[in-house]
């Protein structure tokens, strides 16, 4: 299993944007799965966003509309852009990769997690 690279995260105001960077080693990264999962404190770690190999994508009804998954083949990156953030969407935020759509068991590699706090 081949540990995912992050970055980006950190203290951003209410109505603020955040984006988050995730690069995967490794060969045949166009034709896999990429999912961004968050956990906060106490809590179960959760579904974010999910873009497949061809473009298509979906995401979590709490932040339809604000945040955007995006990947550029040519540099195994994988990237969430965060807008318009709130305080509830403070949490520790992983990229994953190999999996399908929200199933949290499916993903073969996984980042180490980037904190994002979001504050009133």
């Known amino acids: 299993q081949v540990q995912l690279v992050q970055s980006g995260g950190g203290l951003v105001q209410a109505g603020d944007s955040l984006r988050l960077s995730c690069t995967v080693p490794g060969r045949a990264f166009s034709r896999r799965g990429m999912g961004w999962f968050r956990q906060a404190p106490g809590k179960e770690r959760q579904f974010v966003a999910y873009s497949a190999w061809n473009g298509g994508s979906e995401y979590a009804d709490a932040v339809k509309g604000r945040f955007t998954i995006s990947r550029d083949n040519a540099k195994n990156t994988v990237d969430l852009q965060m807008n318009s953030l709130k305080p509830e969407d403070t949490a520790v935020y992983y990229c994953?990769?190999?999996?399908?759509?929200?199933?949290?068991?499916?993903?073969?590699?996984w980042g180490q997690g980037t904190q994002v706090t979001v504050s009133s």
């Open positions: 994953a990769a190999g999996g399908y759509r929200m199933v949290t068991a499916s993903y073969d590699s």
